[in-house]
């Protein structure tokens, strides 16, 4: 069973930053891919940022490339998403996920966290 937790979240204004942070807890948290997904209210979910378990490889949505950062620390069996320069259309709840890569593209499996709330105040 994988489970999943993670914290972070807050409310912030627009150009501020936040870092997400999600434990696993799992002893085979090296292998899995990890990625971060969020939803708005009326919005399907949607990917943000996917990481290989090797840390090489790294996946963005073309909304957050350049202002978010996604890492990982096997030791620690943690995931982080660096939010910088946020907007107000990044509110959403977050959402950490395990999964897997493609030919480079980030697929889920079906273990999600319970979500972080994040606000982003114009």
């Known amino acids: 069973q994988v489970q999943l937790r993670e914290s972070g979240g807050g409310l912030v204004q627009a150009g501020g930053t936040l870092r997400l942070d999600c434990v696993r807890s799992a002893r085979t948290f090296r292998t899995y891919a990890m990625g971060w997904f969020r939803q708005s209210p009326g919005k399907e979910r949607e990917f943000v940022a996917g990481?290989?378990?090797?840390?090489?490889?790294?996946s963005y949505a073309d909304s957050v490339k350049g202002r978010f950062t996604i890492s990982r620390d096997n030791a620690k069996k943690t995931v982080y998403l660096q939010m910088n320069s946020l907007k107000p259309e990044d509110t959403a709840v977050y959402y950490c996920?395990?999964?897997?890569?493609?030919?480079?593209?980030?697929?889920?499996?079906?273990?999600w966290g319970q979500g972080t709330q994040v606000t982003v105040s114009s």
């Open positions: 990481i290989m378990w090797s840390a090489d490889i790294t």
């Open positions: 996920n395990a999964g897997y890569f493609s030919d480079s593209t980030y697929y889920p499996y079906n273990y």
